[in-house]
């Protein structure tokens, strides 16, 4: 069974940083998708970036300029580079990864973290 660790969230100012990190353990596959996504308080969960095992890189519109996404294949980890934040950044963050189990057939399982809380103040 897949297990997510994140760490870094917390509270912080306008205009600051915060990095995210997110380790994946428990299995003897590989990850192909690894990302993060957030959900504020009455909102619905959504994508903030997303990196292939290729490194491609996909952003939230919001993100885009101010978040930095990348990971390491070999410790299966990803991390989020967060600066110039904004209070509308304050909500829950949620790694998300995609196990690839290559075979016959091909099968991929998503797994997600337990969140980790950012707070943003003005």
């Known amino acids: 069974q897949v297990q997510l660790v994140e760490s870094g969230g917390g509270l912080v100012q306008a205009g600051g940083s915060l990095r995210l990190s997110c380790a994946a353990s428990?299995?003897?596959?590989?990850?192909?998708?690894m990302g993060w996504y957030r959900q504020a308080p009455g909102k619905q969960r959504e994508l903030v970036a997303m990196?292939?095992?290729?490194?491609?890189?996909n952003y939230a519109d919001s993100a885009k300029g101010r978040f930095t996404i990348s990971r390491d294949n070999a410790r299966n980890t990803v991390d989020l580079q967060m600066n110039s934040l904004k209070p509308e950044d304050t909500a829950v963050y949620y790694c998300?990864?995609?196990?690839?189990?290559?075979?016959?057939?091909?099968?991929?399982?998503?797994?997600w973290g337990q969140g980790t809380q950012i707070t943003v103040s003005s």
């Open positions: 998300y990864v995609i196990e690839l189990r290559i075979g016959i057939p091909t099968k991929q399982y998503g797994y």
């Open positions: 990196i292939t095992s290729g490194g491609i890189t």
């Open positions: 428990g299995s003897i596959y590989s990850f192909n998708d």
